[in-house]
Each structure stands twice: as C-alpha cells, then as structure tokens.
C-alpha cells in the first residue's frame, strides 16, 4: 500500500512511502451491512479467499429480525465457513430513528427457505469486543451504528483501535465519473450521529466512495465468476440483477470514466482490501474534522482536525484480478 504523508495541496512536498501488503496473521472483524447492494457479499468473499486472514466475528448493522445475519450464514455455509461467529446487531439507525430493510422474499437474490437470524441485545457489542481484545482490525461496510453504540455504551472502547471504514467525502471524484456528491455516501448520510462517534473516538482510514467508483465491476467479469464456485454464482446473478434494478447499467454508456458494461461498484470490497494492506490502494494521511452541514456530514481538512488516513486513488484493473482471485480462492476446499 502506498502512504502519502502531507496535506496533499503541495505534492511537490509530498513524501510516498511504501508499506507492505503482508497480510499474514491478521485479524479481521467485519460489520456489514449485508443484504442490499450486493457489494458487501462481494466484500465478505474477498476477506474470504485472502491469504492468512482470519475473520474473528461478522456484526450486521441496520438489521431488523436478524435478516442480514440470515444472508451472512448462508453464504458462509456455501463455503463451509460455519466457523465464524455472526452476530445481528443494531435494528435501525440512530439518528434517522427508522429501519431500512434488505431484500427480503425476493428469489432472484436469496432462496426462499432463509429465515431470519436475530440476536440478544447486546450480543453484537460483546462480539465487536471480543474481537478487539483479541487484536482485530475493525472493517464498517455499512452504517456506523454498531460500531458507534459499543463506543457511547462501553466508554473509549473504540481508544487506539485501528477501524477501516466504507464512506466518507472529501475529494471529489475523477472526471469521467458520476459527478455525485456527499449526499450519496450512504453509510455515513444514514446515521450521521454514529459517523460522528467513530470519526472523534477511532484510529480512523476512511475507504471514500469517490476513491472506490475506480475500481468497477463489469459484465465481463461474469463468466469467471459464474465459474468459480457456488458463491461466485450467487454473487454474479446478485450483481446482474442489482445492476438493472439500481440503474448502474446505465451509467457506463455515459460516463467516459466507466466501461460500458458496468455492473456496480467495488465500494465495500476496496474497503476490506485496503483493510488487508492490499499494494494497489493509495492513502494519504489529512487532518481532518466532520461537520454537518444542511444535515448532510462532511469530512474538511483543519488543523483542529483528528489524523485520518484517506483513501484517494485505486488500481481498478489490478483490483479486478485480485478479488476474482480471492473469491476463487475462498471457495477452492469446497
């Protein structure tokens, strides 16, 4: 992984380091949103199938009844991976106060004999500890509200733990791209509070949505896919079918920076690769401090700010390879 230390307004000042993508012994501790956009199942097979990685808990967040827990178990069990504790966290965010439900009795995307996975209260923070204690980097694919009620209930529990999280504004994103803005970072828009209580209480690398628009997935990733394994199939027909259902599909012809056969977005799946110390991603090291403006949160470079590392450019083509390796990968014993 390359880190640029500096504020990135004089690159000429810039000094790149090199820092390995070794990833041996580590532990990861994924909260997932999972069961929606199907980029956060793309994001558990990577973790899946990447080298001496060990997944020590899956928290699901915004998720009412236990559903997304439901999702998670059944594709672990396409691996045979019923090793690893999962846990349904918090039911709905904690500044909207609503729920926002995944794709439930749909059979296009799951099979129709899933049944909902909830948990006791409380059971998702113990896990989310447990994890910590044992060492495990922390990995938020999807709103911050787990994350941030084990730091408000359990005080500094978040003090010094490295935390890797999906979302987060602060450049905009290439020309070619959608031209969208902070508005469309869902993880941090749809529970603001939580964004707030990891950026102030974490050592915090924000994986940011304008970074990840570079690293598409396309149709003609499909077919290796398909190939790979049961899980492989599952995600090809989720992401063929979200294409059109989401819009995406339409977004290639238009864009100059997408390939006309996009599919979705590699969001969550960057963000457990940057996790893991993947080399292709590029980190600077800002100043940063969060502001609500207009009731949507930003990310601004200041001096009063906390140091954050920031995600800002991505190897697409490279990403492409080692996330069709990692899904093969994960489902080689099986």
């Keep these: 992984m390359i880190v640029r230390v500096g ?139 787990n994350l941030a009620a084990l730091e408000l209930l359990r005080p500094n529990s978040l003090t010094g733990v490295e935390v890797v999280v999906m979302g987060g504004w602060v450049t905009p994103p290439r020309v070619g791209l959608p031209a969208w803005g902070p508005q469309r970072d869902w993880n941090v828009q749809w529970d603001t509070r939580a964004a707030e209580t990891v950026a102030a209480a974490a050592t915090l690398t924000l994986a940011t949505l304008p970074a990840t628009l570079q690293a598409p997935l396309r149709a003609a990733d499909l077919p290796r896919l398909r190939d790979s394994g049961p899980l492989g199939g599952l995600l090809a027909r989720q992401s063929q079918i979200h294409s059109v259902d989401s819009g995406k599909a339409a977004l290639g012809p238009v864009h100059d920076g997408l390939p006309d056969d996009l599919l979705n977005f590699h969001y969550d799946p960057v963000a457990c690769a940057v996790a893991v110390g993947w080399p292709g991603a590029v980190i600077e090291a800002m100043t940063l401090q969060t502001a609500i403006e207009d009731s949507v949160l930003r990310w601004h470079q200041s001096v009063d700010g906390r140091s954050t590392r920031v995600l800002i450019e991505v190897d697409g083509p490279e990403f492409t390879e080692v996330w069709l390796t990692a899904v093969e990968r994960a489902q080689a014993a099986t």
Aim: net charge negative; with cysteine; hydrophobic share 40%.
């Design 7 to 145: 504020s990135g307004k004089t690159p000429d000042l810039t000094l790149t380091i090199m820092v390995s993508g070794d990833a041996a012994g580590m532990r990861i501790h994924l909260d997932t949103d999972l069961g929606g956009d199907p980029d956060d199942a793309c994001a558990l097979a990577l973790l899946l199938g990447w080298p001496d990685v060990e997944i020590t808990g899956i928290t699901t967040t915004i998720d009412p009844g236990g559903w997304r827990a439901a999702y998670v178990t059944h594709l672990l069990d396409l691996v045979g991976r019923n090793d690893i504790p999962v846990v349904a966290g918090a039911a709905m965010s904690s500044t909207r106060r609503e729920v926002a439900l995944p794709v439930i009795g749909d059979e296009r995307y799951w099979p129709a004999d899933i049944t909902p996975r909830p948990s006791p209260p409380g059971a998702a923070l113990d896990l989310l500890q447990a994890s910590i204690d044992g060492g495990a980097r922390l990995v938020g694919i999807g709103p911050y509200t």
